[in-house]
């Protein structure tokens, strides 16, 4: 089955058009080394900083705070890794939270292996952490704080201003993984006083492969790939001009159209949203319903199972995901889920369904027109629902 | 991670889904936290399986396994039915993906609970049939 309507842009997005028109020639005409001499690599170099002012602008930085990378994991390993050894002196503590991507929490696993303390701060059912809670945490041995700017399963956003202001009253780096963020929400890194932020470009319509962090002039993070002085030295390798002149034009025009993306993108949420809830019964909305992103909904239907329900809508030409733990590729279910508090049961049953500028109003009315008989077809083969509504009579 | 088409096929129009009322036997196997739940029926006259029927909550592998094994032992007599393994449901399925393989643990579960049900309600013993596992994770140990 071919996929006709894609809504899991939260795992990625095509190539905007515009996008790859402006990268084409990188590949074939303008395929010098950045760091060569002659005349086309000057062509590589022109653009390539001309990306990074594009990146920077997309979130009010400077130019020289922007360091590419090969996406969002290495923004983020390089981040964690980079911000302990280099304030080794001060300390070895992080503050970060339960529900960050895996490439924060795999990389916060290996620090505490190697000597390192980490405070995971719970969030409350919306997904939130408590600004009260962070405070506390904080120790004098404290080198860095690390909180998602938007979670890429339930879509909730954080109190990042307030984090920033926290973390900055305790002279405690601040870093945040913006790679849901980035692009889709307003982001002011002066105004919000972080110090370091990861951003992906995949997720808003540039290749894949190319990322970006944001390192505040006069914070030192010691890089994780060595090998040549490119990026300052921050990040060697033979930089990715083709990723890095997509990320700059797809961060520029989703800043631009942001205002009526998100207007469109919330209208649609919503209308998914309420439709499901109203429609199919025990279900729940997992995230905050205001303070998420624009594009994502995520809902649980008690008694039945993720993956089930995502082949059938597959073979409705419907792509989605879920934090099921047949999807997961472990036994267990979303940590996510589980830290806003979810049963097993329920956290099994969610729904991840997330849009972008392309999505439709007749995409969402034939979802909404679907699921319903999807979901119960389900739960007619279930067991636990067998069970539920005979203790209910 | 892909599925066979017999897996897609057995998912999306799986056989035998239902209750037995009265059945000669009852199995329910797993548990919500590895989130596969199967619940496995069957109807037993003079020593054979007339009918099975299951319910279960699970992945698609979960469903294909649960409609393959109970297809497999519809018209086989007990001791034909206690070889149908987690293996031969697999091997009828054409394969499972590896991190797919506990589902057709628990179909094999599932089954021996029916028919261990059925022995205990009968009063009868049968050879090679131990009592049903309750905790699944042991299950996963042993892959």
Same mark, same amino acid.
């Given at each position: 089955m071919k996929t006709k309507l894609y809504f899991d842009n939260a795992a990625t997005t095509p190539v905007?058009? *515009?996008?790859? /028109?402006?990268?084409?020639?990188?590949?074939?005409?303008?395929?010098?080394?950045? $760091? $060569?001499?002659?005349?086309?690599?000057?062509? +590589?170099?022109?653009?390539?900083?001309?990306?990074?002012? /594009?990146?920077?602008?997309?979130? &009010?930085? /400077?130019?020289?705070?922007?360091?590419?990378?090969?996406? =969002? +994991?290495?923004?983020? &390993?390089?981040?964690?890794?980079?911000?302990?050894?280099?304030?080794?002196?001060?300390?070895?503590?992080?503050?970060?939270?339960?529900?960050?991507?895996?490439?924060?929490?795999?990389?916060?696993?290996?620090? *505490?292996?190697? =000597?390192?303390?980490?405070?995971?701060? &719970?969030?409350?059912?919306?997904?939130?952490? +408590?600004?009260?809670?962070?405070?506390?945490?904080?120790?004098?041995?404290?080198?860095?704080? +690390?909180?998602?700017?938007?979670? &890429?399963?339930?879509?909730?956003?954080?109190?990042?201003? *307030?984090? =920033?202001?926290?973390?900055?009253?305790? =002279?405690?780096?601040?870093?945040?993984?913006?790679? /849901?963020?980035?692009?889709h929400v307003p982001i002011d890194v002066e105004k919000m006083n972080i110090d370091l932020l990861s951003m992906s470009g995949h997720k808003l319509g540039a290749p894949k492969g190319i990322g970006a962090l944001y390192i505040r002039k006069g914070i030192k993070v010691e890089p994780l790939i060595f090998g040549g002085a490119q990026e300052k030295k921050q990040r060697a390798g033979t930089e990715n001009i083709p990723g890095i002149v997509g990320i700059g034009k797809a961060a520029e025009l989703a800043v631009a159209e942001m205002e009526g993306t998100t207007a469109k993108l919330v209208a649609l949420r919503d209308k998914l949203i309420n439709g499901i809830l109203e429609t199919i019964p025990y279900s729940r909305l997992n995230g905050h319903p205001t303070d998420r992103l624009p594009g994502n909904c995520n809902i649980s239907f008690s008694y039945i199972e993720g993956e089930s329900l995502l082949l059938l809508l597959d073979a409705l030409g419907i792509a989605a995901s879920s934090g099921s733990a047949c999807t997961s590729g472990s036994l267990d279910p979303s940590h996510v889920l589980m830290a806003i508090g979810l049963p097993h049961e329920t956290a099994h049953g969610s729904l991840r369904l997330t849009m972008d500028r392309d999505n439709t109003e007749e995409e969402v009315d034939f979802i909404l027109e679907k699921l319903p008989g999807i979901v119960q077809r389900l739960r007619d083969m279930s067991p636990v629902y067998e069970d539920a509504m005979k203790a209910n009579k | 991670m892909e599925y066979s088409e017999k897996v897609m096929d057995h998912f999306m129009n799986p056989r035998n889904v239902g209750e037995i009322e009265n059945a000669s036997g009852v199995g329910q196997v797993g548990n919500m936290k590895c989130g596969d739940i199967m619940k496995v029926y069957l109807q037993i006259e003079d020593g054979k399986i007339v009918d099975a029927k299951f319910k279960t909550f699970g992945c698609g592998a979960a469903v294909a396994t649960s409609s393959m094994a109970t297809e497999l032992v519809k018209g086989k007599t007990i001791q034909e039915a206690l070889e149908v393994t987690n293996k031969a449901v697999m091997e009828a399925l054409d394969g499972l993906p590896p991190v797919k393989v506990h589902c057709s643990c628990l179909a094999e579960e599932a089954l021996h609970a029916a028919l261990w049900d059925y022995a205990q309600k009968n009063n009868i013993t049968i050879d090679g049939l131990k009592p049903p596992v309750n905790d699944v994770d042991e299950l996963h140990h042993h892959e």
């Open positions: 905007r058009e *515009e996008v790859l /028109q402006e990268i084409l020639p990188y590949f074939r005409e303008h395929y010098g080394n950045a $760091s $060569s001499v002659y005349a086309i690599a000057k062509e +590589s170099k022109k653009a390539l900083e001309k990306a990074r002012a /594009q990146v920077a602008a997309a979130i &009010n930085a /400077q130019p020289e705070e922007i360091y590419f990378t090969a996406g =969002g +994991s290495e923004s983020d &390993n390089t981040a964690l890794r980079g911000v302990v050894e280099a304030y080794a002196s001060k300390g070895n503590h992080i503050i970060t939270t339960k529900i960050e991507h895996h490439a924060i929490l795999h990389t916060a696993e290996y620090l *505490e292996k190697h =000597g390192a303390e980490v405070t995971y701060l &719970n969030v409350d059912e919306y997904g939130k952490i +408590s600004l009260e809670e962070l405070e506390k945490a904080i120790r004098p041995e404290t080198v860095l704080i +690390s909180v998602m700017f938007a979670n &890429n399963e339930i879509g909730t956003i954080q109190p990042i201003k *307030e984090i =920033g202001e926290i973390a900055r009253k305790h =002279g405690v780096v601040f870093h945040t993984d913006a790679v /849901q963020a980035v692009g | -």
